[in-house]
């Protein structure tokens, strides 16, 4: 994180974070945090994500994927989204067809 967040380089450094990038109008940035908005630049070539993460975190626990990934909300548990590249939405959509189940079951147990 030191070259991304250069004055925070401790792990015991907690803050909360407004990260935003911009990609191609083709890509999807998955980051921490809860996706505010998508804004495309007025020639619609890039857009750009607002993300806000308003837990405390250090800066080394801050994560990026950039890509041209399928979106997928969890058809049981609207606040869950998946991301897959292209070719992989059909095992996307089985491998996470229980998931709902999964946390049901362990929402019961705790």
């Not at 380089?9 to 998955?30: F, N």
């Not at 993460?53 to 058809?75: C, K, Q, R, Y």
């Amino acid at each position: 994180p030191r070259f991304w967040f250069p004055c925070v380089d401790s792990y015991s450094e907690l803050c909360t974070w407004k990260l935003e990038y911009t990609v191609d109008a083709a890509m999807v940035a998955v980051s921490n945090g809860d996706l505010v908005e998508t804004v495309y630049t007025h020639d619609m070539r890039k857009k750009t994500f607002h993300y806000m993460l308003a837990i405390p975190t250090a800066a080394s626990n801050i994560s990026l994927a950039i890509g041209p990934f399928e979106i997928l909300v969890d058809p049981y548990m609207h606040e869950v989204t998946h991301f897959c590249l292209p070719q992989l939405l059909p095992l996307l959509k089985h491998t996470t067809s229980y998931l709902h189940e999964v946390f049901e079951f362990y929402e019961e147990i705790l």
